[in-house]
């Protein structure tokens, strides 16, 4: 039986699953933590049915785990039937019920969030503190200090900084290993033919009473699972499991495949740690270190360009991410530099379309809620942005159907680097491209109904004329970009029927979108 009365009330959320926190070095009898599955987090968005599942399994074996361990946890179920559906009417609701003296919460890293615990608190006639959630390398506010006294944002020169600040792969004069700080160039191969990558780890997770309360509770979902055979960590231990698996079987070749794409292959040499690490049930700092450590090791088998792009993403682009988003929100979910209002095509939700590119990751989104960076960047992204689809829309569906976005990491990759919505803040210049970059990187061309090669005929591949309608509709406002001068002089030079002939061809396309 649970006792009627705490002296601290502690709010654990559904992404602070980190057993290293400060909070559980040792229990405290007079502490209740608490846990809840609420609709408020259920509803805002269409989640896939894996994601949904995934965090109510992870939480509940935290919250288990904790028990184990002598701390005082409860566990508010979603058709639990004094659940108010919201943090803040549960959280008023417990702190009545168990005469509570001070509320405590670790800091939420979405800003929605942020702003209804900082709303409820100021309500509270108790004492409340927040913690931090001790799991970045950085504050909310480092990245914005970092470049108050700059004229640019220019991420390389963060991921410096940060290579310096935590001293990571350099040698003793504190210059980089290998000579160079970034090997992205290095990193851009296509799978070659015959090439088979050792196979991803997948765990045997049954979460059937989480997928029946999900579906008994009415809640919207997308996306394909088999309850009894989900594939992703729910606890700290898969999670290390994972961690080492990829130091052991991917790493060697991370660097130089982590652009490829394959439709034999939807893992390839990916770590696929970020909902580990969006959950915290693992640290940025011990993916780093683990991955330096096998490294130091093996330094025949992985060579410097494998571990730097690596690293790159997770001590660079992650962190800074989540830096940009403290600076601009709320406003940066409002922006649209380029005012794109169409709606997104219905086959994003099914993966029903006849481009193989899009019809491949899309599906395989729904059916393992992952995509890897370029198949979200270069493909669902590089279409929409194209097309002129609305960001929030697209928002609303990378919110949804991947099992590591939460806003704060999503938000920024989608509007600001995808969709360009944010006018330059975070990419030096759109990430557009046509059916080039496709075959380059991939083999989805190779049984696709569109001509890659074409560019104006009934078969030719959407992407190449609506590369150049983007570019035309747009010009006013990209046409000074130093990165986009070529693409300009190109267009310029071109034959003026074949221009007249492209943007027909790309005005078909932008009016059946629903139909490609």
Not at 230 to 245: A, E, F, G, M, V
Request: hydrophobic share 35%.
């Amino acid at each position: 039986m649970m006792k009627k009365k705490y002296k601290i009330l502690r709010l654990i959320l559904g992404d602070q699953l980190n057993l290293q926190h400060s909070w559980f070095s040792q229990s405290t009898p007079d502490i209740l933590h608490v846990l809840m599955e609420v609709k408020a987090e259920t509803d805002y968005v269409w989640h896939h049915i894996q994601k949904a599942c995934a965090f109510f399994a992870a939480m509940e074996n935290f919250a288990e785990t904790l028990n184990d361990k002598g701390f005082e946890i409860l566990y508010l179920h979603l058709d639990d039937p004094e659940n108010h559906q919201n943090f803040s009417g549960n959280l008023a609701a417990l702190i009545q019920k168990f005469e509570i003296e001070e509320f405590q919460y670790q800091l939420p890293d979405e800003y929605r969030l942020d702003h209804e615990i900082e709303r409820f608190c100021n309500g509270l006639q108790i004492k409340y503190r927040a913690f931090d959630t001790e799991h970045f390398f950085t504050s909310r506010a480092e990245l914005g200090l970092f470049f108050s006294d700059k004229k640019e944002m220019v991420m390389e020169n963060f991921y410096r900084h940060m290579r310096l600040k935590h001293h990571v792969l350099l040698d003793e004069s504190d210059d980089p290993q290998g000579g160079k700080w970034n090997f992205d160039a290095e990193n851009r191969k296509k799978l070659p033919k015959n090439h088979k990558p050792n196979p991803p780890l997948l765990f045997e997770n049954d979460v059937s009473k989480q997928f029946n309360k999900i579906r008994d509770a009415g809640i919207r979902t997308i996306g394909n699972i088999d309850p009894a055979h989900l594939p992703w960590p729910l606890n700290r231990t898969q999670s290390l499991k994972l961690l080492q698996y990829f130091c052991e079987n991917c790493l060697q070749l991370f660097g130089t495949f982590q652009d490829a794409m394959h439709t034999g292959e939807w893992s390839l040499y990916h770590s696929r740690l970020s909902f580990s690490l969006n959950t915290k049930m693992i640290s940025p700092v011990e993916v780093i270190s683990t991955a330096i450590d096998y490294r130091r090791n093996n330094k025949k088998a992985v060579a410097i360009n494998q571990i730097e792009g690596f690293i790159r993403q997770i001590l660079g682009w992650r962190e800074y991410m989540r830096g940009v988003y403290w600076m601009k929100m709320p406003g940066f979910g409002k922006l649209n530099y380029f005012n794109h209002q169409k709606k997104l095509p219905e086959w994003y939700w099914t993966g029903k379309t006849k481009m193989n590119c899009l019809k491949h990751s899309i599906t395989q989104s729904l059916d393992f809620s992952y995509a890897h960076h370029i198949q979200r960047l270069m493909i669902t992204g590089n279409f929409a942005l194209l097309a002129g689809i609305n960001p929030d829309d697209l928002d609303f569906w990378y919110l949804g159907i991947y099992i590591d976005a939460l806003q704060w990491v999503e938000i920024t990759n989608t509007r600001g680097m995808s969709q360009y919505a944010d006018g330059g803040l975070i990419g030096s210049k759109p990430y557009t491209a046509s059916a080039n970059y496709i075959h380059k990187m991939s083999n989805y061309c190779d049984s696709c109904k569109y001509d890659r090669s074409d560019k104006t005929g009934e078969n030719s591949c959407p992407f190449n004329s609506m590369y150049w309608d983007f570019h035309v509709r747009n010009r006013e406002k990209l046409e000074h970009n130093h990165r986009l001068l070529m693409v300009y002089r190109i267009w310029d030079n071109m034959d003026a029927q074949l221009k007249s002939s492209v943007l027909d061809r790309a005005k078909y396309y932008l009016e059946n979108l629903n139909e490609l």
